[in-house]
């Protein structure tokens, strides 16, 4: 995907959501929508958390299986998506 289409599609979001189920390494996909500066919603990894700085202030982590992601969507909708505390 070119840049432009890639900047325009995560300016069009109000979330990003990446549901990994298993630890990764460096996540490109991870940093480019944070340069978006669009909440970002993440697998609790310790990869992701540290090195892609998924950290309290910049979205919601959620530990990787569907009872946690979908309790972490219901707050984000219940928050407006807007940064939190974890």
Same mark, same amino acid.
């Given at each position: 995907? &070119?840049?432009?289409? +890639? @900047?325009? /599609?995560?300016?069009?979001? !109000?979330?990003?959501? *990446?549901?990994?189920? %298993?630890? @990764?390494?460096? !996540?490109?996909?991870?940093? $480019? ?9 993440? &697998? %609790? /990894?310790?990869? =992701?958390?540290?090195? =892609?700085?998924? #950290? #309290? $202030? ?6 990787? *299986?569907?009872? &946690?992601? +979908? $309790?972490? +969507?219901?707050?984000?909708?219940? $928050?407006? /998506?807007?940064? %939190? %505390?974890?």
């Amino acid at each position: 995907m &070119s840049p432009s289409k +890639l @900047q325009a /599609f995560y300016n069009a979001i !109000d979330v990003f959501v *990446n549901p990994t189920l %298993r630890p @990764q390494g460096l !996540d490109l996909t991870l940093m $480019e929508e944070m340069m978006s500066g669009k909440p970002v919603m993440a &697998s %609790r /990894f310790r990869s =992701i958390k540290g090195s =892609i700085v998924v #950290d #309290d $202030e910049f979205g919601f982590m959620f530990a990787p *299986n569907v009872a &946690s992601l +979908l $309790e972490a +969507l219901e707050l984000a909708v219940k $928050e407006g /998506f807007i940064f %939190r %505390r974890l």
